[in-house]
């Protein structure tokens, strides 16, 4: 017999257990919670860390809903992160686009939690205010009640259900608008797959919506486009001899980004990029080009997320 079994084992150890078993049964929703509210997987991974070195410290048996007092830690430390972000994104080099997840397919399944996560929708979750992010994310994706949410963002219930109702309609404004089915999707998807690798131009204009918008952050270290790029015939022709070398092996894969379609692009057999789409109603209607080498860690493995 051990020293330690004679004096018995030590109660620190025992709660740092159920510590970690709380933690890591709910990592996964609270990972998804801080990237909805920041769109980087880096600073996500960052807010998880602090929010665990708060979390061991807690003591466990005076918690009674755990998972409801983890999600309060970790909103309080994105919006901490978000406003440092703000600035940040204030001197950024061309267009900012969010840090793209190679996701796994169920979450294509799950229709409002793809949205919640698509490019498209944390574009637009960019342009709220940091609290009113929080409070549209706990509300419309996690469906916490105003109580819950009022804790974590320290505001009163009524103040919460005004931030949801503006955000709500803000967001409403702005989010995709359209439908596409599963089988319309792969075929769009296919077929942009296929123009971009043969330089098929009226390929790309059969499927490019009239206003499509082209995006693409470099962050300053690999070449990119300095400005959004509006209307069919230039997105076409962006897409067929703008964005792409032609002296180089290129490969184009077909992937799930955020929870949608997407193209992971390689050269010579490294990652060169992302490219998310946007689909609406059949038609590509968006298409962000992620070639800033700082946020393509996430495309390598795929990323659980759920809510």
């Known amino acids: ?3 330690r079994s004679r004096r018995g084992a030590d109660p620190r150890t025992g709660r740092a257990d ?5 933690f890591v049964a709910h990592r996964n929703l609270l990972f998804t919670v801080a990237y909805e509210m920041l769109g980087s997987a880096a ?7 602090e929010t665990w070195l708060r979390w061991v410290d807690v003591d466990q048996d005076s918690v009674r809903e755990k998972r409801a007092y983890l999600v309060r830690i970790v909103t309080r430390q994105a919006l ?3 406003r440092v972000l703000g600035r940040r994104r204030e001197s950024y080099v061309g267009p900012w686009l969010p840090e793209p997840l190679l996701t796994t397919p169920d979450v294509a399944e799950d229709v409002e939690l793809a949205e919640s996560v698509s490019m498209a929708m944390l574009l637009v979750l960019e342009t709220l205010q940091p609290t009113e992010r929080a409070v549209f994310v706990l509300r419309e994706v996690f469906d916490l009640d105003y109580d819950e949410i009022a804790e974590a963002v320290g505001r009163s219930p009524s103040a919460v259900r005004q931030l949801a109702y503006r955000a709500r309609s803000h967001v409403a404004a702005r989010r995709p608008r359209g439908t596409t089915s599963p089988a319309e999707t792969r075929a769009a998807l296919l077929a ?13 204009l059969d499927i490019l919506a009239p206003d499509v918008v082209a995006l693409s952050d470099g962050g300053g270290v690999r070449h990119a486009l300095p400005r959004p790029v509006v209307g069919i015939d230039k997105v076409a022709r962006l897409l067929t001899v703008g964005w792409w070398k032609h002296d180089v092996e290129r490969t184009v894969e077909l992937v799930q980004i955020n929870g949608g379609p997407g193209l992971l692009v390689r050269v ?6 992302v490219l998310a789409v946007r689909l609406e109603n059949g038609y590509v209607t968006g298409a962000y080009h992620v070639r800033n080498p700082e946020k393509l860690s996430h ?6 997320v759920t809510r």
């Open 192 to 204: 942009f797959q296929r123009a971009l690798e043969t330089g098929d131009l009226q390929s790309l």
């Open 1 to 3: 017999m051990t020293e």
């Open 18 to 22: 159920s510590a970690t078993e709380v």
């Open 268 to 273: 010579d057999g490294e990652i060169d990029g």
């Open 80 to 82: 901490d992160r978000l």
């Open 43 to 49: 600073d996500a991974e960052d807010v998880l860390q």
């Open 299 to 304: 495309v390598q493995r795929e990323t659980t």
